[in-house]
């Protein structure tokens, strides 16, 4: 069963909002550095890096949870 995850990121004015199912972290990581290097984008590396990590922290979690 998938489970919808969220991400979100308020950056000054900017509202980044990240939606999407269990088991597709690699396509949003691809997504946030897309973004990034866009420089028409206010979404930046450290942006990117702030979320990946976020995400890491949640898997993280629910790996101990499942372990446990």
Avoid: H, N, P
């Avoid at 980044?16 to 691809?30: C, L, P």
């Avoid at 973004?35 to 028409?40: F, L």
């Avoid at 979320?51 to 993280?60: A, K």
């Amino acid at each position: 069963m998938s489970v919808i995850r969220q991400l979100s990121l308020v950056k000054g004015e900017e509202r980044f909002i990240f939606r999407y199912q269990s088991g597709q972290e690699a396509k949003v990581i691809d997504a946030f550095a897309s973004m990034a290097s866009d420089r028409e984008s206010q979404f930046d590396w450290f942006d990117a890096a702030v979320l990946s990590y976020q995400m890491g922290r949640r898997l993280e979690t629910e790996l101990d949870q499942i372990a446990t």
